[in-house]
């Protein structure tokens, strides 16, 4: 069984590492499972990258494509154009995506392509807002999928009134918590220096919020009004980092970070008063955590963390925000339970799953040849 994981973006990293690892773990007692990481080079810089590589123990990737920034279209299909022929070279059994990040959908395409199965961990999640790029990444992929590896009930119902059988469709859990767990231990032991006791920890990098002058400048204002009551710690991903300074925005007493390594940040997620985001991860990694957290955002794709977990989402209402926390100061943060099958596991599933199914099902099975020219015919 040879497996291409395919990877890009920041929060990628931390979903292939527990399926990368527990199919290692099981390469001792089953043979004849082969893994090839690959990235695509959507995310280059050391702090959105190697790092994580270090601190989650991923190997180095055995390719990588080096892409770079581009416009949504130019990032897809320079993905699409490099990754073809290393597929058609090692021709792999499955190819496992990961998320919604251009990384995953270009990938789907090329594969589904070429006839190769492909995998996707983290299905079926919809936040039913097309507006957002990775809405019409999870749509497509999810339609071009095999094996959709879901984290919640919910992904199972949104891709059952979608048409996807359900004979493809498998709850195997949260592996982003998998790593979480792993590492929480060693976030925890982690020094703070110079960090104030009590703080609202941000992190914002939607195009809907920081791409938009006014819009971005709105949310700043209200992070100012924060910071009077809570200090603000604010690690910025470089998409809005940049925005601030083209738009020349005023953070004033902000604390403004570059983007943290990954055990760094989830030590003080941990130990933050409330977090203030629009990312998704991070909506789960606080619903684990009983973290109260603050979605600037008018929907989300992860619903469980509002029905169960802790976040609620305060959009881009002022007052709301200004409300949930006040309810935060006063001690009377929203409570929630930890999601089911979120228990560390989920990446073992993956694997135990894909080992059954291929180590099964190609014992008999005739050579493969991809062919290069499918979508000719
Ligand atoms: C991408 C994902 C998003 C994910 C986010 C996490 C898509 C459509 N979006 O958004 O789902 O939540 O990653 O970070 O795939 N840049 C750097 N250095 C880097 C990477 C990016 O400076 O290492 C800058 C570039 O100016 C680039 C911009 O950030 O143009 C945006 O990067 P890109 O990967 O296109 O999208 P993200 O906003 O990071």
């Not at 897809?76 to 090692?90: D, G, K, S």
């Not at 989920?346 to 493969?368: C, M, S």
């Amino acid at each position: 069984m040879h497996i291409f994981h395919i990877v890009g973006a920041r929060p990628n990293f931390m979903k292939v590492a527990p399926v990368l690892n527990a199919l290692r773990a099981r390469q001792n007692v089953v043979q004849n499972i082969v893994q090839t990481l690959i990235h695509t080079g959507q995310h280059y810089d050391v702090n959105m990258s190697d790092v994580f590589f270090q601190q989650l123990s991923i190997p180095a990737p055995d390719v990588n494509l080096a892409v770079g920034s581009g416009s949504h279209a130019k990032q897809t299909a320079e993905i699409m154009i490099r990754l073809e022929p290393v597929v058609l070279e090692r021709q792999p059994d499955i190819a496992l995506v990961y998320g919604d990040v251009n990384s995953t959908v270009a990938t789907a395409l090329v594969c589904a392509k070429l006839g190769v199965q492909v995998g996707h961990v983290e299905a079926g999640l919809r936040s039913f807002d097309r507006t957002m790029p990775e809405e019409i990444n999870r749509l497509v992929t999810d339609q071009l999928a095999d094996l959709l590896f879901t984290p919640s009930e919910d992904g199972d119902e949104n891709l059952r009134k979608e048409g996807i059988s359900p004979d493809k469709i498998f709850r195997v859990g949260n592996v982003m918590i998998d790593s979480l767990v792993r590492l929480l231990p060693a976030a925890q032991a982690a020094k703070t220096d110079g960090l104030p006791e009590r703080y609202a920890l941000v992190t914002l990098h939607r195009p809907a919020n920081v791409d938009d002058n006014a819009r971005l400048k709105g949310i700043l204002e209200s992070l100012l009004e924060v910071n009077r009551d809570l200090a603000v710690v604010f690690p910025a991903h470089p998409r809005t980092r940049k925005r601030i300074d083209d738009f020349g925005l005023n953070a004033g007493q902000l604390r403004l970070l570059d983007p943290l390594p990954y055990v760094d940040f989830l030590g003080l997620q941990s130990r933050a008063t409330v977090v203030i985001t629009d990312s998704g991860g991070i909506q789960e990694e606080t619903t684990y955590l009983g973290m109260p957290c603050l979605t600037v955002r008018e929907n989300t794709e992860r619903p469980i963390t509002v029905s169960m977990g802790t976040n609620v989402l305060v959009g881009h209402d002022r007052e709301k925000l200004r409300a949930e926390l006040a309810r935060v100061l006063a001690g009377k943060a929203k409570k929630g339970t930890v999601p089911p099958l979120w228990d560390g596991h989920a990446g073992e599933r993956i694997a135990d799953i894909l080992v059954t199914r291929f180590l099964g099902a190609q014992k008999d099975a005739p050579p493969r040849h991809l062919n290069p020219c499918a979508s000719l015919l």
